[in-house]
């Protein structure tokens, strides 16, 4: 069975602190790991998509990487508008269907 | 373009009525997903429509059903709602096939439909 884990739950950071946020993964076959970022009362918007091991994806202070158990998303020099709840995806290879197997997610907040 | 447009944004219903819920996909997207989130499940996946054939199912009771029409536009149907029903359903569309690596496979959300079942 397909299973995400994200860590930490929940992370509180100051202004300009810098940390990551990891996000495991067992799958059969991947085809893509997905993060998304998802406000109070909006639906998931997407940031990157990554395909294989050792890539990297960057977006103004995001930065994620992927290995073949595991994807960290970097945040440099976070400001309070990164506060938001940041969800990990899967999707499978070979299952002719895109569907998405999520993390339960992490919910940062970054304090002025 | 116009992004992925879900009605009714809000609803309140009782316990054992029926509710359908409706999904305009972004222009040119064939393929439409559903999902159900929940503090304490996350987002878990309901079904995948592409050309009007439904491509994959989760793990949910036959109460729920969905279906997609010619255009792209798909309706979530639940019957005999439950208290555990109540969740914010969101829709995706995806262009639904294409080559790797280009973008076919990326998901986009609309806002979602808050259901409270009373």
């Known amino acids: 069975e397909d299973q995400v884990t994200q860590s930490p739950e929940a992370l509180r950071l100051q202004e300009g602190e810098s940390s990551s946020l990891n996000c495991s993964y067992t799958?059969?076959?991947?085809?893509?790991l997905f993060w998304y970022r998802q406000d109070p009362g909006k639906g998931p918007e997407f940031l990157f998509t990554l395909y294989s091991a050792g890539e990297e994806k960057e977006k103004e202070r995001l930065k994620a990487t992927l290995t073949k158990k595991e994807s960290f998303l970097h945040i440099t020099a976070p400001k309070p508008e990164d506060s938001a709840t940041y969800l990990c995806a899967v999707q499978v290879s070979g299952a002719g269907s895109y569907q998405l197997t999520f993390g339960k997610g992490t919910k940062l907040s970054v304090i002025p | 373009k116009a992004g992925v447009t879900q009605t009714p944004r809000y609803l309140i219903k009782t316990r054992g009525q029926q509710v359908t819920l409706s999904c305009s996909p972004i222009s040119g997207h064939r393929s439409v997903s559903w999902y159900q989130q929940t503090p304490g499940q996350g987002l878990q996946f309901l079904f995948e429509y592409f050309s009007e054939t439904q491509r994959n199912k989760g793990n949910f009771p036959g109460r729920f059903s969905g279906r997609q029409f010619s255009n792209s536009r798909s309706e979530m149907n639940v019957s005999t709602l439950e208290l555990g029903d109540s969740a914010l359903y969101l829709c995706a569309s995806s262009l639904g096939e294409g080559v790797l690596f280009s973008g076919a496979n990326v998901l986009t959300f609309g806002a979602g439909s808050r259901l409270t079942v009373l």
């Open positions: 799958v059969s076959g991947l085809r893509g």
